[in-house]
C-alpha cells in the first residue's frame, strides 16, 4: 500500500462511523504526509478507539503526562542532588531504583535503573541498540535521534565519532563507555559538575542539567554568559 492509500484507510477507518464519505478519493494534495511511522501509530489509534479498546482522553492523558510532567527536569533533580550531597550520590550509585524514588521518580520504564558516572578519565554514553529503550520516570520520552538507526547502530561502533556530532570532542585518554539499555535496565549517566559552580544551589544546579548530558552526548556547561545561573 502506497503512503497515501495508507492514509486514506486510515481516515476511512477512524470516520466509518461518522458517516464521513470513505469514497472520498485522495488523488489532491492536502498537506504534507507525515511519516510512516506516526501514520502507523495514527491508524492504530484510530482503530483501538473505534473498536473502544482505548479509552482518548486516557491515552490523551498519558501523553501528557510524559510531555509536560514527566521530563528531563526529574532527571536533572537527580544530578543535582547527587552533586550537593555525598551520601545521596553514594545511595544513587549503589542502589539507584529506591534512591530515585526518594525523590518521587519511578514505575513504567523505569523499574530497574543503573546509573554510572562521569568523571575525567571516564565517559558514559546511553544507547539502545535494539530498539528505544529509555528511562521514562527521569528523562520523559527520547528524542527521536535516539530512537533513530544510525544513533544506535554508530554509538557501539564508533561512539567518538558520534560524540564529535554532538559537539563533545573527548581527549584520546578519556576512556568511552558505551551501555545498552535493555527492556529491564535503563541507565541514567551522571554528568561531571562544572568547574566553578561551588556557590550555586541545588535548583540553580539542576538547571544547568540537560537530558542529552544525561544520556551522554553532551557535558554538563555554564552558560556562555558566565556563571550567575
Ligand atoms: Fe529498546
New binding site residues.
Given amino acids: 500500500m502506497t503512503r497515501r492509500g495508507f492514509v486514506s484507510a486510515a481516515g476511512a477507518a477512524a470516520t466509518a462511523g461518522q458517516g464521513h464519505a470513505s469514497e472520498h478519493k485522495h488523488d489532491h494534495s492536502h498537506q504534507a504526509v507525515p511519516s510512516d511511522l506516526t501514520l502507523r501509530v495514527k491508524a492504530l489509534e484510530s482503530l483501538l478507539v473505534e473498536k473502544g479498546l482505548v479509552d482518548r482522553a486516557a491515552l490523551d492523558a498519558l501523553v501528557d503526562t510524559y510531555e509536560h510532567k514527566v521530563g528531563p527536569r526529574n532527571g536533572a533533580r537527580v544530578v543535582a542532588r547527587a552533586w550537593t550531597d555525598p551520601a545521596y550520590k553514594r545511595r544513587l550509585l549503589i542502589d539507584p531504583t529506591p534512591a530515585i524514588a526518594e525523590l518521587g521518580y519511578g514505575g513504567q520504564q523505569g523499574e530497574y535503573m543503573v546509573v554510572v558516572e562521569n568523571t575525567p578519565q571516564v565517559h558514559n554514553v546511553v544507547v539502545?541498540t535494539?530498539?528505544?529503550?529509555y528511562p521514562w520516570p527521569v528523562l520523559g520520552l527520547p528524542p527521536v535521534w535516539y530512537k533513530s538507526a544510525p544513533y544506535r547502530s554508530r554509538a557501539v561502533i564508533d561512539p567518538r565519532g558520534v560524540l564529535r556530532e554532538f559537539g563533545l570532542d573527548l581527549p584520546a585518554d578519556v576512556e568511552v563507555r558505551v551501555w545498552d539499555?535493555?527492556?529491564e535496565i535503563r541507565y541514567l549517566v551522571l554528568p561531571e559538575r562544572p568547574a566553578a559552580t561551588e556557590k550555586f544551589s541545588e535548583d540553580q544546579l539542576a538547571a544547568l542539567v540537560t537530558r542529552d548530558a544525561m544520556i551522554g552526548v553532551a557535558k554538563v556547561m555554564l552558560p556562555p554568559d558566565g556563571a550567575n545561573a
Fill in positions: 539502545c535494539l530498539c528505544s529503550c539499555s535493555t527492556a
